[in-house]
T-cell receptor, first 115, second 113 residues
Framework: GDSVTQMEGPVTLSEEAFLTINCTYT??????LFWYVQYPGEGLQLLLK?????DKGSNKGFEATYRKETTSFHLEKGSVQVSDSAVYFC??????????????FGTGTRLQVTL | ETGVTQSPTHLIKTRGQQVTLRCSSQ?????VSWYQQALGQGPQFIFQ???????GRGNFPPRFSGLQFPNYSSELNVNALELDDSALYLC????????????FGPGTRLTVT
């Protein structure tokens, strides 16, 4: 079945450091890929998405590129801020078949940014 | 525009009891999905409702059931609660099936003792 694997956390960085959170997936066909962020005590927010190979999703300084050849969708940010501290989830939706759009999530990676 | 809301925020139940969780979808959204997020894990898909019909289900037993109402709000019912049902239950609404963005509510934290 479909699955998403993320690097384990927590990831601890100093403010202004470069961030990479690795994500790889297993799915048939051409899934759509997502990064969600969960701040403490809140629900999930969509951070960015990519729906086909070589697409780059970007938002709020974060970006990720859909790499079909390596089945990866790594999240990057050039300079993190303390306010970026949260849990980040990589997720996919299988190739759309007209039925339920089921998100399959990774286990999440906690990011802690310190001054 | 009101976002997705869920009630209650927290709930404590005893093993064997039944629970109902509620979700109000975002205005204009006709699709609601429910997810279970155990501590330290990613959310797991329970089921999805589209225009009042269940149109997809994850690997959850029949004691997890749901409803969607004409105003597209939704309920998640869990019977015969087990300790492993303790989790954050997330509701997400979208404006259709497929690749429409799913907007998540803040969740209901259920503790089963």
């Amino acid at each position: 079945g479909d699955s998403v694997t993320q690097m384990e956390g927590p990831v601890t960085l100093s403010e202004e450091a470069f961030l990479t959170i690795n994500c790889t997936y297993t799915a048939t066909g051409y899934p759509s890929l997502f990064w969600y962020v969960q701040y403490p005590g809140e629900g999930l927010q969509l951070l960015l998405k990519a729906t086909k190979a070589d697409d780059k999703g970007s938002n709020k300084g974060f970006e990720a590129t859909y790499r079909k050849e390596t089945t990866s969708f790594h999240l990057e940010k050039g300079s993190v801020q303390v306010s970026d501290s949260a849990v980040y989830f990589c997720a996919l939706i299988p190739t759309y078949t007209g039925t339920a759009s089921k998100l399959t999530f990774g286990t999440g990676t906690r990011l802690q940014v310190t001054l | 525009e009101t976002g997705v809301t869920q009630s209650p925020t927290h709930l404590i139940k005893t093993r064997g009891q039944q629970v109902t969780l509620r979700c109000s979808s975002q205005s204009g959204h006709n699709t609601v999905s429910w997810y279970q997020q155990a501590l330290g894990q990613g959310p797991q898909f329970i089921f999805q409702y589209y225009r009042e019909e269940e149109n997809g289900r994850g690997n959850f037993p029949p004691r997890f059931s749901g409803l969607q109402f004409p105003n597209y709000s939704s309920e998640l019912n869990v019977n015969a609660l087990e300790l492993d049902d303790s989790a954050l239950y997330l509701c997400a609404s979208s404006s259709g099936q497929g690749l429409y963005e799913q907007y998540f509510g803040p969740g209901t934290r259920l503790t089963v003792t």
